[in-house]
Protein backbone atom coordinates (compact mmCIF):
# COMPACT_ATOMS: atom_id res chain seq x y z
CA UNK A 1 0.00 0.00 0.00
CA UNK A 2 1.23 3.48 -0.78
CA UNK A 3 1.90 6.11 1.02
CA UNK A 4 -0.58 8.92 1.22
CA UNK A 5 0.73 12.04 -1.24
CA UNK A 6 1.82 14.58 0.81
CA UNK A 7 0.10 17.99 0.50
CA UNK A 8 2.03 20.83 -1.10
CA UNK A 9 3.28 23.88 0.45
CA UNK A 10 4.84 27.05 -1.16
CA UNK A 11 6.00 29.61 0.77
CA UNK A 12 6.38 33.21 -0.55
CA UNK A 13 9.23 35.38 0.71
CA UNK A 14 10.38 39.09 -0.26
CA UNK A 15 10.37 42.55 1.31
CA UNK A 16 7.76 44.47 3.09
CA UNK A 17 6.30 46.03 0.01
CA UNK A 18 7.65 44.15 -2.85
CA UNK A 19 4.10 42.68 -3.29
CA UNK A 20 3.81 39.55 -1.71
CA UNK A 21 -0.07 40.22 -0.55
CA UNK A 22 -0.79 41.58 -4.40
CA UNK A 23 0.51 38.13 -5.66
CA UNK A 24 -1.36 35.53 -3.32
CA UNK A 25 -4.28 37.66 -3.73
CA UNK A 26 -4.15 37.34 -7.73
CA UNK A 27 -3.38 33.52 -7.30
CA UNK A 28 -6.40 33.31 -4.87
CA UNK A 29 -8.61 35.10 -7.32
CA UNK A 30 -7.11 32.69 -10.32
CA UNK A 31 -6.71 29.44 -8.66
CA UNK A 32 -8.23 26.86 -11.34
CA UNK A 33 -10.49 25.02 -8.53
CA UNK A 34 -7.45 24.44 -6.60
CA UNK A 35 -8.48 24.54 -2.65
CA UNK A 36 -5.93 26.68 -0.99
CA UNK A 37 -4.83 27.05 3.24
CA UNK A 38 -3.19 30.27 3.75
CA UNK A 39 -1.09 30.91 6.57
CA UNK A 40 0.24 34.54 7.17
CA UNK A 41 2.77 36.22 9.27
CA UNK A 42 1.57 39.74 10.25
CA UNK A 43 2.32 41.89 12.66
CA UNK A 44 0.86 43.94 15.45
CA UNK A 45 -2.99 43.88 16.79
CA UNK A 46 -4.64 44.50 12.96
CA UNK A 47 -3.40 42.23 10.32
CA UNK A 48 -3.56 44.44 7.29
CA UNK A 49 -2.49 41.57 5.02
CA UNK A 50 -4.72 39.23 6.52
CA UNK A 51 -7.95 40.93 5.88
CA UNK A 52 -6.71 42.30 2.41
CA UNK A 53 -7.06 38.56 1.79
CA UNK A 54 -9.96 38.13 3.21
CA UNK A 55 -11.73 40.33 1.21
CA UNK A 56 -10.69 38.75 -2.21
CA UNK A 57 -13.90 37.16 -2.99
CA UNK A 58 -12.50 34.02 -3.59
CA UNK A 59 -13.66 30.71 -3.62
CA UNK A 60 -10.79 29.42 -3.66
CA UNK A 61 -10.23 30.26 -0.17
CA UNK A 62 -12.67 30.81 2.28
CA UNK A 63 -12.32 32.78 5.30
CA UNK A 64 -11.70 30.01 7.48
CA UNK A 65 -9.07 28.65 5.66
CA UNK A 66 -7.06 31.62 6.32
CA UNK A 67 -4.66 31.20 9.56
CA UNK A 68 -2.88 34.60 10.56
CA UNK A 69 0.05 34.54 12.90
CA UNK A 70 0.46 38.13 14.99
CA UNK A 71 3.31 36.88 17.02
CA UNK A 72 6.48 38.48 14.49
CA UNK A 73 8.55 37.11 12.57
CA UNK A 74 7.57 33.74 11.67
CA UNK A 75 10.83 31.90 11.08
CA UNK A 76 11.28 33.06 15.18
CA UNK A 77 8.20 31.42 16.37
CA UNK A 78 8.41 28.37 14.36
CA UNK A 79 7.53 26.10 17.47
CA UNK A 80 4.51 28.57 19.14
CA UNK A 81 2.96 29.71 16.09
CA UNK A 82 3.89 28.04 13.06
CA UNK A 83 3.63 23.77 13.79
CA UNK A 84 -0.02 24.96 15.72
CA UNK A 85 -1.24 26.30 12.43
CA UNK A 86 -0.58 23.69 10.11
CA UNK A 87 -1.81 21.58 12.83
CA UNK A 88 -5.37 23.51 12.45
CA UNK A 89 -5.35 23.40 8.68
CA UNK A 90 -4.22 19.47 7.89
CA UNK A 91 -6.98 18.93 11.12
CA UNK A 92 -9.80 20.53 8.67
CA UNK A 93 -11.94 17.80 7.70
CA UNK A 94 -12.73 19.19 4.09
CA UNK A 95 -8.90 19.03 3.60
CA UNK A 96 -7.28 21.37 1.17
CA UNK A 97 -5.04 21.27 -2.31
CA UNK A 98 -2.21 23.50 -1.43
CA UNK A 99 -1.24 25.63 0.90
CA UNK A 100 0.74 28.73 0.38
CA UNK A 101 2.56 30.74 3.79
CA UNK A 102 3.17 34.61 3.31
CA UNK A 103 6.11 35.06 5.58
CA UNK A 104 6.98 38.62 7.26
CA UNK A 105 9.14 40.90 5.29
CA UNK A 106 12.20 40.35 7.71
CA UNK A 107 11.84 36.40 7.58
CA UNK A 108 14.76 34.33 7.44
CA UNK A 109 13.07 31.38 4.83
CA UNK A 110 15.39 28.86 5.79
CA UNK A 111 14.57 27.90 9.14
CA UNK A 112 10.95 28.20 8.10
CA UNK A 113 11.62 25.43 5.32
CA UNK A 114 13.13 23.55 8.08
CA UNK A 115 10.31 23.15 10.12
CA UNK A 116 8.57 21.10 7.47
CA UNK A 117 11.41 18.07 9.03
CA UNK A 118 9.39 18.50 12.00
CA UNK A 119 7.37 14.84 12.96
CA UNK A 120 3.96 16.36 13.14
CA UNK A 121 4.12 17.54 9.63
CA UNK A 122 7.03 15.28 7.85
CA UNK A 123 4.64 12.80 6.60
CA UNK A 124 2.24 14.66 5.19
CA UNK A 125 3.13 18.00 3.38
CA UNK A 126 6.36 19.30 1.13
CA UNK A 127 7.28 22.51 0.20
CA UNK A 128 6.45 22.93 -3.19
CA UNK A 129 8.79 25.80 -3.73
CA UNK A 130 10.52 28.90 -2.31
CA UNK A 131 8.77 31.86 -4.01
CA UNK A 132 10.85 34.86 -3.43
CA UNK A 133 9.17 38.03 -4.25
CA UNK A 134 11.83 41.13 -5.14
CA UNK A 135 10.83 45.05 -5.47
CA UNK A 136 12.06 45.57 -8.84
CA UNK A 137 12.63 49.53 -9.18
CA UNK A 138 14.15 49.39 -5.72
CA UNK A 139 16.77 46.57 -6.51
CA UNK A 140 17.33 48.98 -9.49
CA UNK A 141 18.31 51.98 -6.96
CA UNK A 142 20.16 49.88 -4.65
CA UNK A 143 17.52 49.61 -1.93
CA UNK A 144 16.24 46.41 -2.30
CA UNK A 145 12.82 46.95 -0.41
CA UNK A 146 10.32 50.11 -1.22
CA UNK A 147 10.92 51.83 2.22
CA UNK A 148 14.05 51.05 4.17
CA UNK A 149 12.43 52.86 7.17
CA UNK A 150 9.31 50.80 7.07
CA UNK A 151 11.19 47.62 7.16
CA UNK A 152 13.64 48.89 9.94
CA UNK A 153 10.35 50.10 11.58
CA UNK A 154 9.01 46.47 11.50
CA UNK A 155 12.08 45.08 12.56
CA UNK A 156 11.85 47.41 16.05
CA UNK A 157 8.36 46.40 16.74
CA UNK A 158 8.66 42.47 16.25
CA UNK A 159 9.55 41.60 20.12
CA UNK A 160 10.01 38.42 19.22
CA UNK A 161 12.70 39.01 16.27
CA UNK A 162 16.12 37.30 17.23
CA UNK A 163 18.21 38.07 14.00
CA UNK A 164 19.24 41.46 12.70
CA UNK A 165 20.90 40.95 9.75
CA UNK A 166 21.71 44.22 7.35
CA UNK A 167 18.52 44.38 4.68
CA UNK A 168 20.97 43.34 1.86
CA UNK A 169 22.40 40.10 3.55
CA UNK A 170 18.34 39.42 4.25
CA UNK A 171 17.48 40.28 0.49
CA UNK A 172 20.18 37.70 -0.11
CA UNK A 173 19.29 34.65 2.55
CA UNK A 174 15.82 35.14 0.57
CA UNK A 175 17.08 35.22 -2.62
CA UNK A 176 19.43 31.94 -1.75
CA UNK A 177 16.46 30.13 -0.33
CA UNK A 178 14.08 30.39 -3.57
CA UNK A 179 13.25 28.29 -6.60
CA UNK A 180 11.52 30.80 -7.90
CA UNK A 181 12.26 34.53 -8.17
CA UNK A 182 9.48 37.12 -9.37
CA UNK A 183 10.73 40.23 -10.28
CA UNK A 184 8.06 42.26 -9.19
CA UNK A 185 6.82 46.01 -10.52
CA UNK A 186 8.32 45.18 -13.90
CA UNK A 187 5.68 48.17 -15.54
CA UNK A 188 7.60 50.64 -13.66
CA UNK A 189 10.60 49.27 -15.53
CA UNK A 190 12.71 48.99 -18.87
CA UNK A 191 13.01 45.68 -20.44
CA UNK A 192 16.53 46.48 -19.93
CA UNK A 193 16.50 47.30 -16.50
CA UNK A 194 14.25 44.13 -15.65
CA UNK A 195 17.22 42.39 -16.56
CA UNK A 196 19.70 43.87 -14.59
CA UNK A 197 17.37 43.29 -11.63
CA UNK A 198 17.12 39.59 -12.63
CA UNK A 199 20.93 39.47 -13.47
CA UNK A 200 21.65 41.09 -9.87
CA UNK A 201 19.16 38.79 -7.99
CA UNK A 202 21.17 35.54 -10.09
CA UNK A 203 24.43 36.62 -8.24
CA UNK A 204 22.70 35.11 -5.21
CA UNK A 205 20.52 32.66 -6.18
CA UNK A 206 21.07 28.93 -5.59
CA UNK A 207 21.52 26.70 -9.20
CA UNK A 208 18.42 25.95 -10.91
CA UNK A 209 16.06 28.86 -9.92
CA UNK A 210 13.48 30.14 -12.19
CA UNK A 211 13.29 33.86 -12.58
CA UNK A 212 10.10 35.50 -13.89
CA UNK A 213 9.36 39.12 -14.06
CA UNK A 214 5.23 40.49 -13.08
CA UNK A 215 3.24 43.51 -12.71
CA UNK A 216 -0.06 43.84 -9.72
CA UNK A 217 0.56 40.09 -8.89
CA UNK A 218 -0.56 39.03 -12.44
CA UNK A 219 1.17 35.20 -12.95
CA UNK A 220 -0.54 32.06 -13.68
CA UNK A 221 -1.27 29.33 -10.84
CA UNK A 222 1.08 27.18 -13.05
CA UNK A 223 3.60 29.17 -12.75
CA UNK A 224 3.60 29.81 -8.92
CA UNK A 225 2.74 26.58 -7.95
CA UNK A 226 3.67 23.01 -8.81
CA UNK A 227 7.03 22.99 -8.62
CA UNK A 228 7.60 20.12 -6.87
CA UNK A 229 10.82 21.12 -5.07
CA UNK A 230 11.08 19.32 -2.11
CA UNK A 231 12.80 22.30 -0.79
CA UNK A 232 12.86 20.78 2.92
CA UNK A 233 15.40 18.75 1.35
CA UNK A 234 17.72 21.09 -0.18
CA UNK A 235 17.40 23.59 2.02
CA UNK A 236 20.63 23.07 4.26
CA UNK A 237 22.86 23.81 0.54
CA UNK A 238 21.06 27.12 0.89
CA UNK A 239 22.57 28.36 3.80
CA UNK A 240 21.57 31.89 5.18
CA UNK A 241 23.89 34.10 6.59
CA UNK A 242 23.50 32.98 10.26
CA UNK A 243 24.52 29.60 9.53
CA UNK A 244 27.52 30.56 7.28
CA UNK A 245 28.64 32.48 10.20
CA UNK A 246 28.50 29.68 11.78
CA UNK A 247 25.03 30.26 14.19
CA UNK A 248 22.95 27.79 14.49
CA UNK A 249 20.08 28.89 16.99
CA UNK A 250 17.20 28.35 14.33
CA UNK A 251 18.56 25.42 13.34
CA UNK A 252 16.68 21.77 14.29
CA UNK A 253 17.98 19.46 11.69
CA UNK A 254 17.30 16.55 12.85
CA UNK A 255 14.16 15.14 15.38
CA UNK A 256 12.99 12.49 17.69
CA UNK A 257 9.65 11.93 18.85
CA UNK A 258 7.78 9.18 20.88
CA UNK A 259 4.95 8.57 22.64
CA UNK A 260 4.68 8.46 26.66
CA UNK A 261 2.05 6.99 28.61
CA UNK A 262 0.80 8.50 31.50
CA UNK A 263 -1.71 7.68 34.44
CA UNK A 264 -4.41 9.04 36.04
CA UNK A 265 -3.85 12.69 37.64
CA UNK A 266 -5.17 13.84 40.88
CA UNK A 267 -5.99 16.92 39.50
CA UNK A 268 -4.68 19.71 36.52
CA UNK A 269 -1.89 21.46 38.99
CA UNK A 270 -0.59 17.77 39.25
CA UNK A 271 -0.40 17.31 35.91
CA UNK A 272 0.75 20.79 34.78
CA UNK A 273 3.85 19.57 37.55
CA UNK A 274 4.56 16.23 35.74
CA UNK A 275 4.85 18.53 32.25
CA UNK A 276 7.02 20.98 33.72
CA UNK A 277 9.22 18.32 35.58
CA UNK A 278 9.66 16.62 32.10
CA UNK A 279 10.72 19.74 30.18
CA UNK A 280 13.00 20.41 33.07
CA UNK A 281 14.03 16.89 32.68
CA UNK A 282 15.72 17.50 29.04
CA UNK A 283 15.77 19.83 25.74
CA UNK A 284 11.75 19.50 24.42
CA UNK A 285 10.50 21.62 21.66
CA UNK A 286 6.80 20.28 22.03
CA UNK A 287 4.99 18.04 24.14
CA UNK A 288 1.20 17.44 23.39
CA UNK A 289 -1.81 14.95 24.37
CA UNK A 290 -3.99 13.93 26.96
CA UNK A 291 -4.14 12.65 30.69
CA UNK A 292 -7.44 11.21 33.07
CA UNK A 293 -8.12 13.55 35.79
CA UNK A 294 -10.05 11.37 38.74
CA UNK A 295 -13.49 12.67 38.81
CA UNK A 296 -13.43 14.07 35.61
CA UNK A 297 -15.86 12.51 32.90
CA UNK A 298 -13.63 14.73 29.97
CA UNK A 299 -10.13 13.91 28.38
CA UNK A 300 -7.62 16.97 29.68
CA UNK A 301 -5.68 18.40 26.62
CA UNK A 302 -2.61 19.78 27.46
CA UNK A 303 0.58 21.38 24.92
CA UNK A 304 3.55 22.58 25.93
CA UNK A 305 6.18 24.92 24.19
CA UNK A 306 9.23 25.68 26.24
CA UNK A 307 8.35 26.23 29.34
CA UNK A 308 4.64 27.41 28.59
CA UNK A 309 2.33 24.74 29.63
CA UNK A 310 -1.67 24.91 28.52
CA UNK A 311 -4.08 22.60 29.42
CA UNK A 312 -8.55 22.52 28.59
CA UNK A 313 -10.53 19.61 28.79
CA UNK A 314 -12.15 18.53 25.47
CA UNK A 315 -14.40 15.45 25.01
CA UNK A 316 -15.83 12.85 27.26
CA UNK A 317 -14.35 9.29 27.73
CA UNK A 318 -16.25 7.16 25.80
CA UNK A 319 -17.43 3.96 27.25
CA UNK A 320 -15.05 1.25 26.82
CA UNK A 321 -12.12 3.38 26.15
CA UNK A 322 -9.37 2.97 28.61
CA UNK A 323 -8.34 5.88 31.16
CA UNK A 324 -5.26 6.31 30.11
CA UNK A 325 -3.10 9.30 29.47
CA UNK A 326 -0.89 9.55 25.96
CA UNK A 327 1.63 12.22 25.76
CA UNK A 328 3.22 12.98 22.32
CA UNK A 329 7.17 14.29 23.34
CA UNK A 330 9.37 16.22 20.34
CA UNK A 331 12.86 17.53 20.66
CA UNK A 332 16.22 17.32 18.70
CA UNK A 333 17.67 14.03 18.53
CA UNK A 334 19.21 12.85 22.13
CA UNK A 335 16.57 13.32 24.09
CA UNK A 336 16.61 11.58 27.74
CA UNK A 337 13.59 9.05 27.20
CA UNK A 338 14.00 7.49 30.28
CA UNK A 339 14.10 10.28 32.61
CA UNK A 340 11.33 12.08 30.62
CA UNK A 341 9.30 9.35 31.00
CA UNK A 342 9.94 8.62 34.59
CA UNK A 343 8.73 12.54 35.00
CA UNK A 344 5.65 12.30 33.36
CA UNK A 345 4.50 8.97 35.53
CA UNK A 346 5.28 10.13 38.57
Not at 187 to 215: F, I, N, P, W, Y
Request: include cysteine.
Amino acid sequence: MSAPQKIPATVVTGFLGAGKTTLIRHLLANAEGRRIALIVNEFGDVGIDGEVLKACGSEACDEEDIVELANGCICCTVADDFIPAMEKILARPQGVDHIVIETSGLALPQPLVKAFRWPEIATRVTVDGVVTVIDGPAVKAGRFAHDEEAVAAQRAADENLDHDDPIEELFEDQVRSADLLVVHKADQLSETEVEEVKAEALKHASVGVRVVSAANGALPAAVLLGLGSGAEDKIDARPSHHELEGHDDHDHDEFESFVAATPEAADVEAVVERVRAALSASDILRLKGFVPVSGKSARLVVQAVGQRVETYFDRAWKDGEAREGRLVVIGETGLDRARIEAALAS
